[in-house]
């Protein structure tokens, strides 16, 4: 007999995704409103239970999962190189850096990390430098569009193009790109990578800075935004908060420095902080304009990683970025947790191999979003509802990766 | 860096009396008792020359019926110091109990909630233990190593 389709009925649905608050429990004043999960200024599939009073509110109770693909356990039945795409579908919109983090945890697992070329390293930098520019023109364009800002994103998404075109002719895939393996690449870059990277810097320098002046420092944009949303920063380390968040509340904590893994250690950029210049230390404002100050820094990178792959580490004839690549993956009995530097945050994973077979026995993703998300009710507590949108699109969350 | 280990683990000896080092781990990590835990981690986040500020990831993992244990990771982290610890304890699989650090990390209410979703370990005194990435009416706990997805969710077939 077939089975019957979803039953829509009241207390199904109640059911499934409980409210935490009771309707029948609330003052006379206070109200639940319910935004998402289907909602543009969520950024994806996020339902936020607001409890509030008039346009104030007074709780925010996000509940997530509506994306949850069972990550970690698909991990625990897969080698290790075929987890790979999994971790591509996390963060979605910065995959090469998921990529990166993930290859060299397994490869320091192994203990070839010494050992991969140089080439590859720049290579992987550089992948992961563009992804980040790309990542943060998302966090940027689709804030603007939260607060009401229409052309800005439009503008990013045709510069985002170009970095999706170069990687795609990199890697094949515009999005999603397994390009980042263990020991290796999947490919060398195609002949003329490099020069057409320099022209996309020298195109896109200009049009970072147009972005800033049409939108970061648009008045109506400030207004929006500065004195919102004030994170200080014993609450963000407490939080376990990171990556430009941390930064804009004052910290000078960047992992590609403080860790200095893969070639960073070779590399020169800075770090932006937020300094408060219009408003608090840590406003919302601060969060977008870090972001605007680290694509310039990714630029730099970028410049240094091709100077470096058009000279020193050049393209031969001989040179095989997959010549490490083991052919069976099987690390010893160990546990290690591998930390680095995400666009969105301390992205972390934690692998235990049980020395006996080519599955991890347990790989936890600490997903930067993840966490990042959960300081939201605290710092929406007291504020209009307009402003809501406003802090949650400066947290700058991945849906795929919160959930995972 | 040896040196540091030795200090950081004498000073976790103060608050625990059964001290033990995980092997190969990386950051290094000790195995404490359950009940020390709490004790432990205000040591760790009080104490100026271990000054732990960050809770960066807590991870469930269950050894499987044969072992009969569960386990609960705790990565800490030391921003000035730029020093990581790892904790660990080791539960029964037969109501796994512990207590929520979360009164001295925030980052800990979602690590942990996550973890209980998962794994169905029991946070005692967490604000608001509730499950986070399945549904509140989802059946079992996913991440055990025994589990076994119902075949239907609501009348929708469960299909891999």
């Not at chain 1, 963060?91 to 060299?104: F, K, L, P, Q, W």
């Not at chain 2, 080092?21 to 359950?34: D, L, Q, R, Y």
């Not at chain 2, 072992?67 to 539960?91: A, D, F, R």
Request: overall charge negative; glycine content about 6%.
């Amino acid at each position: 007999m077939k089975q019957q389709q979803y039953l829509y009925k009241e207390d199904n649905l109640i059911d499934s995704e409980p409210n935490k608050f009771c309707e029948s429990e609330l003052k006379s004043e206070e109200m639940i409103i319910n935004l998402g999960p289907q909602h543009p200024s969520t950024h994806g599939v996020l339902r936020l239970e607001v409890l509030s009073d008039g346009e104030i509110i007074k709780e925010v109770v996000p509940h997530i999962g509506y994306l949850h693909r069972c990550f970690e356990k698909h991990a625990e039945s897969l080698p290790y190189n075929q987890i790979i795409p999994f971790v591509d579908r996390m963060d979605y919109v910065a995959a090469m850096n998921s990529e990166h983090a993930y290859a060299m945890g397994v490869e320091k697992m192994l203990g070839i990390s010494e050992q991969i070329p140089k080439r590859v390293e720049y290579i992987r930098v550089l992948v992961a430098e563009m992804n980040r520019i790309a990542s943060h023109l998302i966090a940027i364009g689709t804030y603007g569009l939260d607060l009401g800002s229409f052309t800005p994103f439009f503008w990013i998404m045709r510069d985002r193009e170009h970095i999706l075109r170069l990687l795609e002719w990199a890697s094949g895939a515009r999005m999603l790109y397994n390009y980042i393996w263990i020991g290796g690449l999947f490919y060398d870059l195609p002949v003329g990578f490099e020069q057409r990277c320099r022209e996309f810097i020298t195109y896109f320098k200009p049009k970072v800075a147009e972005l800033e002046t049409i939108l970061v420092d648009n008045k109506i944009f400030i207004d929006r935004t500065a004195n919102v949303g004030v994170l200080p920063l014993n609450l963000a380390i407490n939080s376990g908060i990171t990556g430009p968040m941390l930064r804009a509340s004052g910290l000078r904590f960047d992992l590609r420095r403080v860790d200095g893994y893969s070639v960073y250690p070779e590399l020169d950029f800075e770090i932006p902080i937020g300094v408060g210049k219009m408003g608090k230390v840590g406003d919302c404002w601060d969060r977008t304009w870090v972001r605007v100050k680290e694509i310039y820094e990714s630029l730099k990178i970028m410049e240094q990683c091709l100077g470096k792959l058009e000279g020193e580490h050049k393209r031969t004839r001989e040179f095989d970025p997959q010549a490490l690549v083991p052919k069976k993956i099987r690390p010893k009995a160990q546990e290690l947790y591998m930390r680095a530097e995400n666009p969105k945050g301390e992205l972390g994973y934690f692998f235990r191999a049980d020395g006996k077979s080519d599955i991890p026995f347990r790989c936890k993703a600490r997903a930067c979003s993840f966490v990042n998300l959960s300081i939201l009710p605290e710092l929406s507590r007291g504020v209009l509802i307009a402003d809501l949108i406003a802090i949650l699109g400066s947290i700058d969350i991945v849906l795929g990766e919160v959930d995972r | 860096m040896s040196d540091k280990r030795e200090e950081l683990i004498a000073l976790i000896r103060q608050a625990s009396d059964e001290v033990t080092e995980i092997a190969n781990s990386t950051p290094f990590g000790v195995i404490i008792k359950t009940e020390s835990l709490l004790s432990v981690c205000e040591l760790l986040y009080k104490n100026p020359t271990a000054y732990f500020d960050m809770l960066s990831c807590v991870t469930g993992i269950d050894n499987g019926i044969d072992t009969g244990t569960m386990e609960v990771i705790y990565h800490l982290y030391s921003i000035p110091l730029n020093q990581s610890i790892v904790l660990k304890v080791i539960l029964p699989r037969e109501n796994p109990e512990i207590e929520s650090v979360s009164t001295i990390w925030k980052s800990a209410n979602w690590l942990e909630r996550e973890v209980f979703d998962m794994f169905g370990i029991n946070f005692k005194n967490h604000p608001d233990l509730r499950r986070i990435l399945m549904p509140a009416d989802w059946k079992g706990y996913p991440l055990r190593k025994d589990y076994k997805h119902e075949e239907y969710y609501r009348n929708i077939k469960i299909e891999y």
